[in-house]
């Protein structure tokens, strides 16, 4: 009786622990990434005030990004008015905890090229969670410290993890020349699993000069 009793309490307390942990991964690392992005918010306002430039000159210098830092701020009118996110340099796990990531070697956003960003489904924000609802002619705006981006989604599919023609410059052509400026958001699939991959894309449709923040 007291081995059986013994053995239904750690049974009992691995229950809590492996629920404790699950309540941690789905809600407390969304505090995590809520701070992160905070601080990145005001890190890109405060650079894109006050950019570098050379003495004499009256253009800014181009910074050179590191891993983690906000490169542009992404707002998908799909998922919400409040919908917006500091979206990073890099994919690896360190930078997903921050927000989406932009994928090293990918085109700079509004370039011709793929831009190729990742964002997680379930945890650290969940900043993607929603990425199965766009539909065809849904706009992904980014802004960035020259313009408002607006881009505009055309299609999407689930591929295997280890599918990486979709990040070419030409997704799904190898060795073409691209002409258009392209958008290339991937999540895993589907929630709560990383078998797959959802990978949504999308084509700049338009182009919104800002005025130049003041310094």
């Known amino acids: 009786m007291f081995v059986l009793r013994a053995l239904g309490e750690l049974l009992m307390t691995m229950g809590i622990v492996v629920l404790l942990f699950a309540a941690y991964e789905l809600w407390g690392t969304g505090l995590v990434t809520d701070r992160e992005q905070g601080r990145l918010v005001e890190a890109l306002e405060q650079a894109w005030r006050e950019p570098v430039r ?108 280890t599918d990486v023609a979709v990040a070419l410059p030409v997704p799904r052509r190898p060795g073409a020349t691209p002409t258009k400026s392209l958008l290339t958001l991937t999540t895993c699939n589907p929630k709560y699993s990383a078998r797959e991959r959802l990978i949504v894309y999308a084509e700049l449709s338009e182009t919104r000069p800002k005025q130049p923040a003041s310094g």
């Not at 210098?61 to 707002?75: L, Y």
């Not at 990531?101 to 997680?120: I, K």
Request: aromatic letters at 6%; zero cysteines; a negative charge.
């Open 54 to 161: 050379r003495p004499g000159s009256t253009e800014p210098d181009p910074v050179p990004v590191e891993a983690g830092s906000g490169v542009a701020v992404m707002r998908v009118p799909a998922f919400g008015a409040d919908w917006s996110k500091v979206v990073v340099e890099g994919t690896g796990r360190e930078e997903l905890k921050k927000g989406p990531g932009r994928m090293a070697g990918t085109a700079d956003f509004g370039a011709v090229g793929n831009t190729v960003v990742s964002g997680h489904r379930t945890t650290y924000g969940a900043p993607f969670v929603d990425l199965d609802r766009l539909v065809p002619g849904d706009a992904v705006l980014v802004e960035t410290q020259e313009a408002i981006l607006v881009y505009r989604m055309y299609g999407s599919e689930v591929v295997r993890p």
